[in-house]
């Protein structure tokens, strides 16, 4: 079992930046990828970033390339998703993620966090 707790989120105005951390506790988080998705009402819940279980590649959907980062600190098994440039349509509740599988998306998914929202006004 692995327990992901986010937070960072909060209320920025466009142009202006955030850091969302993740604190990971349980099994091995090396073992893991590990992944931030945002989700807004009524629509699906997408990857925004992906990080490899040893922090080697990285992924980015194309709306946030150039603006966000993520991160992973292994000894103190967090990841990080720097939010900079923030637009109004990157509010969302952002969730952290776990998976083992090489194939990241919402289905694949082993451990979610609890989600922590982010709103930009503009």
């Known amino acids: 079992q692995v327990q992901l707790e986010e937070s960072g989120g909060g209320l920025m105005q466009a142009g202006g930046s955030l850091r969302l951390s993740c604190a990971a506790s349980g099994r091995t988080f090396s073992n893991y990828h590990m992944a931030w998705f945002r989700q807004t009402p009524g629509k699906e819940r997408n990857v925004v970033a992906i990080i490899s279980s040893t922090g080697g590649s990285t992924y980015y959907t194309e709306s946030v390339k150039g603006r966000f980062t993520i991160s992973r600190d292994a000894a103190k098994n967090t990841v990080y998703l720097q939010m900079n440039s923030l637009k109004p349509e990157d509010t969302a509740v952002y969730y952290c993620?776990?998976?083992?599988?090489?194939?990241?998306?919402?289905?694949?998914?082993?451990?979610w966090g609890k989600g922590t929202l982010v709103t930009v006004s503009s």
């Open positions: 993620a776990a998976t083992t599988s090489g194939e990241v998306k919402a289905d694949s998914i082993d451990y």
